[in-house]
């Protein structure tokens, strides 16, 4: 590895290369994890805890169906469909043990991307939630799946609660549309007879691909990533190493994070599901985070020590009025990831939970984290931190050629975590010579060696010739204390070529166009402040709360 000017700065007692090999396979590292932990709590969701111990029985029960009953083939993929639930774990470890490759899916979804992702990626099986059963029906015929596992929303919180809460989503909240899947397992009767079945360990090694992690499609059709046990093997070693300052400070009772983020997000799904998981933390499992009311009632009935997210959720929090009066009392801090953190939304963050919110930096493509910054209190705001062990990362141009320090380009990485390559495509110029991943993301490396985002590449504005990027108004526009959230994207005009137009969601209804067109004159050269600005009740986002400005610009298009 190049002595890259990152290395200075590293943190105090995190090697700069690490060993990779700690474990042969995901299935290995889970089975450990469960040795270690098997009576603590391993993941609790609405009030209902499973432990380590109980995952790996159910796991191993979902494991031996899919071998005996389903007769399903090392390597053939199975598909999960469901937000955060107790199922979730269940049915991702369990597919693993059986030696499948597990195609995490969006359960909002419309019928044409499942189609698209169950085709592309030869799906055989899938786990989806009663709710989401409608839309798959509609395009069941033009995929290859022939086993459908059905499960409902409290099937894993026991016989009472469970069937009071199954009762009041399809009856009293009518979240259940109607479908026919007549050849549809339940996903309770699945691990009941699956208890009774001999399960076989097959042999995994790490070159095997774990998963397939669709992209999530923001930039166009989504393309399946494929990782291997030993991306994500080696990717929880790296960030096992970061989390120290986080993990070794114990506290009463055990480290307890919160999980927001979907599990089917590769973020989710490594950090808060595989690294939480072989520490022995505490994962607690939420939903519907879009229910920020609801988010925060169910905050309280815990002492966390650990947060992720990304920053709409982040701001949606600060803005609740209740949000102020958790117990930050053992709160370690948050780690903010999918998006930009925007200056505005850590400051706050910090005043209010005392903590700070750190931001990282990672791709589908990359299991996810590349950089993040330091845990230990050496941040460095406004940057996405620095690479993590056995990493590098660096700045090129269009043309291959690495750029110096300061100067911005195309961020490119390579490191044990990065994929294979996307699931059966071409790849040409998905890599540059040297097997550097392009990340797509425009950045540079700063005076620190700390990494900065400028924009994503494809979302870059040209006005007059200049350069300007969307991450770069929005986190001004955010400082306006009347502003919630804001999107920034470029428009056609004859003078200029593209001029910037805003869409802004108020959090002060007084706010007027001129007020906030003031504010960014003051803050901004002229060239970068927005021609249009718009307000809105709302922004398009992803489920994960990524706002997409490619919605927008579709929007424009067709105005």
């Known amino acids: 590895m190049q002595d890259f000017p990152w290395f200075k700065r590293y943190p105090a007692g995190i090697p700069q290369e690490i060993t990779l090999n700690e474990y042969s396979s995901l299935v290995d590292l889970f089975e450990d994890s469960c040795k270690k932990y098997a009576h603590h709590v391993a993941f609790e969701n609405m009030g209902v805890k499973m432990t380590f111990a109980q995952v790996d029985q159910y796991s191993r029960d979902f494991a031996a169906y899919l071998q005996e009953e389903l007769k ?105 549309p109607a479908y026919s899947l007549p050849t549809a397992l339940s996903f309770n009767a699945v691990l009941k007879k699956g208890a009774s079945l ?40 790296m960030v096992k190493h970061w989390f120290k300052p986080f993990l070794e400070e114990k506290v009463a009772g055990g480290d307890v994070i919160i999980t927001a983020i979907p599990m089917y997000h590769i973020f989710a799904l490594t950090v808060n599901g595989v690294l939480m998981f072989s520490t022995g933390v505490k994962s607690v499992l939420i939903t519907n985070p879009r229910d920020i009311k609801g988010f925060v009632k169910e905050l309280k009935k815990h002492r966390f020590t650990i947060f992720t997210g990304v920053n709409t959720l982040y701001n949606g929090l600060l803005n609740n009025p209740d949000f102020k009066n958790l117990d930050f009392s053992i709160f370690k801090g948050a780690i903010g990831g999918g998006m930009a953190v925007q200056d505005a939304v850590a400051t706050r963050w910090r005043e209010v939970t005392g903590k700070p919110l750190i931001e990282g930096y990672g791709l589908s493509e990359t299991s996810p984290v590349l950089c993040c910054n330091p845990l230990d209190g050496n941040h460095k705001q406004g940057t996405i931190g620095l690479p993590m062990p056995s990493t590098e990362v660096a700045v090129f141009d269009d043309d291959g050629k690495q750029m110096a320090q300061g100067e911005i380009g195309e961020i490119c ?58 991450n770069e108004i929005e986190n001004v526009m955010a400082g306006h204390p009347g502003v919630l959230e804001v999107a920034a994207i ?44 718009v307000f809105r009740s709302e922004l398009p986002k992803t489920n994960v709360g990524k706002i ?12």
């Open 548 to 559: 997409l400005r490619r919605a927008l610009k579709e929007e424009e298009s067709k105005s």
């Open 490 to 533: 470029g428009v056609p005009d004859d003078k200029s070529g593209e001029v910037i137009k805003a869409f802004v969601v108020k959090k002060d209804q007084d706010l007027t166009e001129d007020q906030l067109k003031d504010f960014c004159y003051k803050n901004m050269t002229n060239y970068k402040v927005p021609k249009h600005i």
């Open 198 to 237: 001999s399960y076989t360990k097959p042999v995994v090694t790490n070159d095997d691909i774990a998963v397939l992690q669709y992209t999530g499609g923001t930039t166009g059709i989504s393309k399946g990533a494929q990782l291997t046990h030993g991306n994500i093997v080696s990717h929880n070693t």
């Open 72 to 176: 399903l083939q090392k390597g053939e993929r199975i598909a999960i469909q469901m937000p955060n639930l107790l199922q979730f774990p269940v049915a991702f470890f369990g597919a693993l043990r059986a030696g499948l490759i597990v195609v995490n899916t969006n359960p909002l979804y419309t019928p044409r991307e499942m189609e698209h992702q169950f085709k592309d990626a030869g799906v055989k099986a899938i786990v989806i939630v009663a709710n989401f059963a409608n839309s798959l029906e509609q395009i069941l015929a033009h995929t290859s799946i022939k086993h459908i596992i059905v499960t409902e929303l409290g099937d894993m919180l026991g016989s009472f609660k469970g069937a009071l809460v199954n009762f009041v989503v399809k009856r009293v909240k009518k979240m259940v």
């Open 413 to 470: 990485a390579r490191g044990p975590q990065v994929m294979k390559g996307y699931w059966e495509k071409d790849n040409a110029g998905v890599f540059f010579p040297g097997n550097w991943f392009r990340t797509g993301d425009i950045g540079l490396m700063d005076a620190d060696g700390f990494f900065k985002i400028v924009d994503r590449k494809k979302d870059m504005i040209k006005v007059s010739g200049f350069n300007v990027y969307p």
